[in-house]
């Protein structure tokens, strides 16, 4: 089994829907991150959790919100859905070594599709 | 904030040639440096990465990088390539968060 896994693989939706993006890991790491990748822009990173209490911004966090509901599951949500943000969202965790040097293992990814 | 500059969006090789993936970074501190390998369809997977100590870092599948301060640069290079080395690879630099690179497309002829 995966040890990051991510709900659904892909999803159709349309302007100004509520999408929920679900991350699951069995890594037992407390650090947790999403992503969103474009062509020709790499990843950005739009929040991140340290541990169940805490939760930060990225480079990206306008229009997106997340919930950290236990160490293991983290979920990314789209309170009203616009066409740019039609990307490729990963979920990571990261191993508990010293901040910033730490290894991030990402999940397959959720290809968002938003008409 | 920090950053990162991939030189070349597309590099194509042929099985057994040299493969060069340039990175430059933009840092104010000493950064943590990274290279990923995404394969078609999946997520990422670190090949290797440079804390502190041995500025010539090994990794997976034969790849190596070496943190060249002076240049700002961390170049990744394999002696042969390989059919299976054909991805899309991303540098990243770690300071305050991790910022990646725009990525570059190795494609490995026969």
């Known amino acids: 089994d995966a040890d990051v896994t991510q709900t659904p693989r892909n999803r159709i939706t349309k302007t100004g829907k509520r999408i929920m993006l679900e991350c699951s890991q069995t890594k037992g790491h407390d650090r947790m991150y999403w992503y969103r990748q474009d062509p020709g822009l790499g990843l950005r990173l739009i929040y991140y959790s340290f541990d169940v209490k805490d939760i930060n911004k990225g480079e990206i966090s306008d229009g997106y919100s997340v919930s950290r509901q236990a160490q293991a599951k983290f979920s990314l949500s789209l309170e009203s859905a616009i066409p740019n943000q039609t990307a490729l969202y990963f979920c990571?965790?990261?191993?508990?070594?010293?901040?910033?040097?730490?290894?991030?293992?990402f999940g397959p990814g959720t290809r968002l599709t938003v008409l | 904030a920090q950053s990162v500059t991939q030189l070349g969006s597309h590099v194509s090789v042929s099985e057994g040639a040299l493969v060069l993936l340039r990175c430059n970074y933009s840092?104010?501190?000493?950064?943590?440096l990274f290279w990923y390998v995404q394969y078609p369809n999946q997520g990422l997977q670190l090949l290797l990465k440079?804390?502190?100590?041995?500025?010539l870092v090994k990794g997976i599948n034969g790849f190596e990088a070496e943190f060249k301060k002076s240049e700002t640069s961390f170049h990744l290079t394999k002696p042969s390539a390989h059919m299976s080395d054909a991805a899309e690879y991303f540098c990243a630099v770690s300071v305050y968060d991790m910022r990646f690179g725009a990525g570059t497309r190795l494609t490995v002829k026969p």
């Open positions: 840092s104010s501190v000493p950064p943590y």
């Open positions: 440079y804390t502190t100590g041995a500025t």
């Open positions: 990571a965790t990261s191993d508990p070594g010293p901040p910033h040097t730490d290894t991030q293992y």
